[in-house]
């Protein structure tokens, strides 16, 4: 089996025992990006095939002595390009950062360094991660790997496909109203947006900062786990860290069963808009974790109906408060021969920014406006809290709920490009979760007909990623969807 294929944990296993060698892991995966990368397009900077390999020697030559392995030692992994990495180019898909070198690592990429990972470069996404598709990225597209017509979700698009086309064994992403998890689904992998708190933004390129949280994005429900036991930590420098304890989620995925467990089903996932065969597989899914011994109960979360409304003003808010700093001053792109300071700002600002980004910061600075700030931002959030308390209520009686992912398989490139409403309905069931900072995974649960996959999500109570973990470990061993891999043509 050629090594490109192997799960996180598995390459692990090899590297540890020293079967492989991290030269070895460096080079198959550097031949499979160059095979693939030009039809995929999961990367906007990579790291420099000699600088790699060099690494990779120096990584070999000193664990000749003693054999001490760390769990991220020679992983071959991927970054979203809103994560900063210290000396490597952070555009975040965007003109305004094109040419950005953070001074410094995010809290994330710290544990990751330490342990000698290998970056493998830094993954497309939407312009500030504002987005479904990955469409709306400064330097194209990223294609499904299932089929190269189709987008990859968003908007950590470039993850999703380099986990999928095998262009690194596990990636990071972030998720403000379902970027992780919308992208694993139409990539056919996994991904985890884990509980607002759980893992420190310190050094993630801040879009909606009330809802932004980073996760991993993976072949397996256990290499999720093994990466969220490396970033989850209290971090004092994002103040919304949380000081919880942080068991060995891997110990989660060992069980095979689903007992004891209440699962609900809301009726509100699975209503109009809702594509059948998404539909079917997924109530498939639902049916397996029964087998598997979860009770169902059906539920009802009835003000998750005005999710997408409170979640297009929270995160245009946010939006439009967080991007002020891009004003050509201290960084980022700078327009040149503008009349006088002023113009300056506004030539930057015209030209650094593309249109959906633009779109959020004007929407975002109305809703914040004087006299409509409480009309609108404050009744949004007013609105989210009745969110909250709906699923505190539904969780009074159930430990997870399931629902689908995305309302339909992966859509064609260009196809909701014209149509912003159409593209943020996509983010119909994965927003609820985002706005009450739940965990939520997403899990490969079938195809459709025309072969593209579709995901299965799993929501949990805050600081529960174990109990999310065990039951979408258990649905995944319980089936097969994970064997079945793209033929990238
Ligand atoms: N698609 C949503 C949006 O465009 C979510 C993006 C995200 O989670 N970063 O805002």
Known sequence: MSLVKLSLQELQRLFTCGEISAFEIARAYLLRINQVEPKIKAYITLTPKDQLLAQAEALDRSLKAWRKTEPMMAMPLAIKDNICTEGVRTTCGSIMLEHFVPPYDAAV??????????????????????????????????????????????????????????????????????????????????????????????????????LDQIGPITKTVTDAAILLNVLAKHDPRDSTSATVPVPDFTKSTKR?????????????????????????TVREAIAELERLGAQLCDISLPMTEHAIAAYYL???????????????????????ETRDLLDMYCQTRAQGFGPEVKRRIMLGTYALSAGYYEAYYGKAQAVRTLIRQDFDAAFQEVDLIATPVMPTPAFPLGEKLKDPLQMYLLDMYTIPAS???????????????????????????????????????????????RKKRPVIR
């Open 435 to 481: 706005l009450a900072g739940l965990p939520a995974i997403a899990v490969p649960c079938g195809f459709s007909s025309a072969g593209l996959p579709i995901g299965l999500q799993i929501m949990g109570r805050p600081f529960e990623e174990p109990l999310v973990l065990r039951a979408a470990s258990a649905y995944e061993q319980a089936t097969n969807w």
């Open 256 to 280: 095979k069963d689903l007992k004891k467990l209440k699962v609900g089903i809301p009726q509100e996932f699975f209503t109009d808009g809702l594509d059948t065969e998404v539909e079917r």
């Open 314 to 336: 929270i995160a245009t808010a946010e939006a439009s408060s967080n991007l002020a700093r891009y004003d050509g001053v201290k960084y980022g792109f700078r327009s040149k």
């Open 109 to 210: 990429v710290e544990p990751l360094r330490q342990q000698r990972f290998f970056l493998l470069g830094k993954t497309n996404l939407d312009e500030f991660a504002m987005g479904s598709s990955s469409e709306h990225s400064a330097f194209g597209p990223t294609k499904n790997p299932w089929k190269l017509t189709h987008s990859p979700g968003g908007s950590s698009g470039g993850s999703a496909a380099a986990v999928a086309a095998d262009e690194c064994v596990a990636a990071l992403g972030s998720d403000t109203g379902g970027s992780i998890r919308l992208p694993a689904a139409a990539c056919g992998v996994v991904g985890l947006k884990p509980t607002y708190g759980r893992v420190s933004r310190y050094g993630l390129v801040a879009f909606a900062s009330s």
